[in-house]
């Protein structure tokens, strides 16, 4: 029987590697698709995704998984609720589950409600409808928090029951919907501001570029719901669930109105676990001494974001101050580094922890311009006086409001 069942895996990882060899030679996703629902008939999500994850262990990229994706999306399309079998869970009001389903329903109202409404006076000749879909597209900017939540709350919890690939390439989809949508507001902001009047081709790629938009949020919805949460079901417990619940509110909510996130909120508190308080304990240094209260208040009054990282790679411990420019919530506490970032970015991650450990460099620094602020990013090498390397500390700060001092300060406010 164990043989028979081995037999079965690898060749759903032949047939994945034969797709996704069809796609690349040109295939249309129609043709391909046929193939996969023949292939994958009555195999579970889950069985799909033990098969990704052995080809990425063999070598295969992540964006070539990738590349599945849609065909994931139009087989799995229509037999939700038979993959879905936790019904009675999603249904609890201020679930994760139940959120997750919850703003993709907002998602697909703002489309129906209003995007789409608008992309037809656009094509009808309306130009005054660009305004109206640069707001829309300005509320779904809020889907960044819907992706974030699975990102820093449901992937590392998957990571630690040994579910590794599907995260990282749900992430890379995640990443081209977000470029997508900045693609198409920056088309929307620039016709806009254009002094002639828009070209009827630039109105046209517009309006193809909402479109295939639209079709790849609504294809990761399907994701969601008939991949995503049925693998998860299997696997996760309520500690679990209450773990998600509780970072939450730290990424916020997409498209909900107030209503509906007060209802997440006050379930989130019920089930927040309470911090553990000091005991008067203090924490002895070279220079003083701090009791966990006040080491905690101090660390969280700096005007930076830290996070550091031990020696193993896994995040040991993040800093909450007020001024915060990525969010991080406590499920990323034991995680390793480098699924904390998209997989675009963990080459450049793992080149750094590598140069550290070396003894290659100390020091690693990047500055981006983002939302509105100049984020200055570092990573030190932290070692003891041995030199011995002991992990890595991320400082993060918004230093536009440093750029624009200018002159002598020697007063106090009053």
Not at 24 to 38: C, I
Not at 126 to 153: F, P, R, T, V, W
């Amino acid at each position: 029987m164990s043989a028979e069942i081995n037999n079965n895996a690898v060749k759903r990882q032949e047939a994945l590697r034969d797709l996704i060899a069809r796609l690349h030679a040109g295939e249309s996703v129609e043709t391909v698709q046929q193939s996969f629902a023949e292939a994958f008939e009555g195999v579970s999500a889950q069985e799909i995704a033990d098969a990704e994850q052995s080809l990425i262990a063999s070598g295969v990229k992540v964006e070539e998984i990738q590349t599945l994706c849609d065909v994931h999306a139009a087989v799995f399309k229509g037999s939700i609720e038979e993959i879905h079998a936790d019904k009675d869970k999603a249904r609890e009001t201020g679930h994760p589950v139940w959120l997750l389903k919850e703003e993709n329903r907002a998602i697909e109202r703002l489309f129906a409600g209003k995007i789409d409404k608008h992309v037809e006076q656009l094509r009808s000749g309306d130009e005054k409808a660009l305004a109206s879909l640069a707001g829309d597209l300005a509320l779904l900017s809020q889907i960044d928090s819907h992706y974030s939540k699975k990102e820093n709350l449901w992937f590392p919890i998957m990571e630690r029951y040994g579910i590794t690939a599907p995260p990282k390439v749900m992430w890379g989809v995640d990443d081209e919907i977000r470029a997508q949508l900045k693609d198409v507001q920056a088309q929307t902001k620039q016709l806009m501001q254009a002094s002639a009047k828009p070209r009827l081709s630039e109105i046209t790629r517009l309006l193809t570029d909402v479109q295939a938009l639209k079709t790849k949020i609504n294809d990761m919805i399907v994701k969601e719901e008939s991949i995503l949460i049925p693998m998860v079901s299997e696997v996760f417990f309520l500690p679990d669930w209450r773990k998600i619940r509780e970072g939450t509110a730290e990424l916020g909510y997409c498209l909900l109105d107030e209503s509906v996130k007060e209802s997440s909120e006050e379930t989130e508190a019920e089930e927040t676990a309470v911090h553990a308080k000091s005991t008067g304990t203090g924490i002895q240094l070279p220079t003083g001494s701090f009791t966990p209260e006040i080491l905690e208040a101090v660390l969280n009054t700096l005007p930076i974001d830290m996070t550091f990282v031990d020696k193993n790679d896994e995040v040991l411990y993040f800093s909450q101050s007020s001024e915060r420019v990525f969010p991080r919530t406590s499920a990323i506490i034991g995680r390793k580094v480098i699924n904390c970032h998209p997989p675009a970015s963990m080459h450049v991650v793992q080149k750094i922890l590598d140069d550290f450990k070396s003894g290659k460099r100390d020091v690693a620094e990047f500055y981006i311009h983002l939302r509105g602020m100049y984020v200055h990013i570092r990573y030190f090498a932290v070692r003891n006086a041995k030199k011995e390397y002991l992990g890595t500390l991320e400082v993060t700060q918004n230093i536009a409001p440093i750029q624009a001092i200018s002159g002598d300060k020697r007063l106090l406010d009053e």
